[in-house]
């Protein structure tokens, strides 16, 4: 199953980490977490709360300890193709979050959305339709482009999901309506 994942940072510096982390399956089910920082995660950034609202306070009185979300993460997300939508940027948060919960680094790992979404239209048009392909990416991309962040990690990842359930949506026309 597919499933699209988010993540909120302390900044996008090197020492960066996650602050929150949500995925949402190709169903539509989904969870979304705060993350207790470790004692050795300090950086912080007030660009990056201002970003996404969340602060270092409600993070410690809220937050999931990393050894429990990691474990979380990988019973519902290991068995799963995972997609993000910045997988440089996200693949490092979630190497900080599993290490932080004394899991392997990769014990998770994630392709780019773009990859997820070319499936779906291929599945949809079939071999020997790349223009058509091309075209219905590229719309997707712009409407990617246009969407407003919430930078919230849930939300980020819905939006995710709408877009691929978009890429499937206008292949699918395409298809029906080929001579």
């Known amino acids: 199953m597919i499933v699209f994942l988010d993540f909120e940072a302390s900044s996008l510096n090197r020492k960066s980490f996650p602050v929150e982390v949500a995925w949402v399956f190709e169903t539509g089910e989904g ?9 050795d995660w300090t950086d912080w950034e007030t660009e990056a709360e201002g970003i996404h609202g969340i ?6 009185r809220e937050g ?17 193709d995972l997609f ?32 997820a979404r070319a499936a779906i239209v291929a599945r949809h048009l079939g071999p ?4 058509e392909a091309a075209a219905i ?6 409407m990617g482009r246009e969407a407003v962040p919430e930078h919230r990690a849930l939300g980020d990842a819905e939006r995710e999901r709408r877009l691929w359930l978009e890429a499937g949506r206008r292949a699918e026309a395409v298809a029906r309506n080929a001579p």
């Open 128 to 131: 020997g339709r790349a223009d």
């Open 137 to 142: 990416l590229k719309e997707i991309e712009q």
């Open 64 to 80: 999931m300890a990393a050894d429990v979300l990691a474990r979380r993460m990988l019973e519902m997300l290991g068995p799963h």
């Open 84 to 115: 993000a939508s910045a997988p440089s940027w996200d693949g490092k948060w979630l190497s900080v979050l599993l290490r932080g919960g004394g899991q392997p680094r990769h014990a998770l790992r994630l392709k780019d959305t773009e990859e």
């Open 31 to 39: 969870e979304s977490h705060l993350i207790r920082p470790q004692p």
């Open 55 to 60: 602060t270092r306070e409600r993070l410690a």
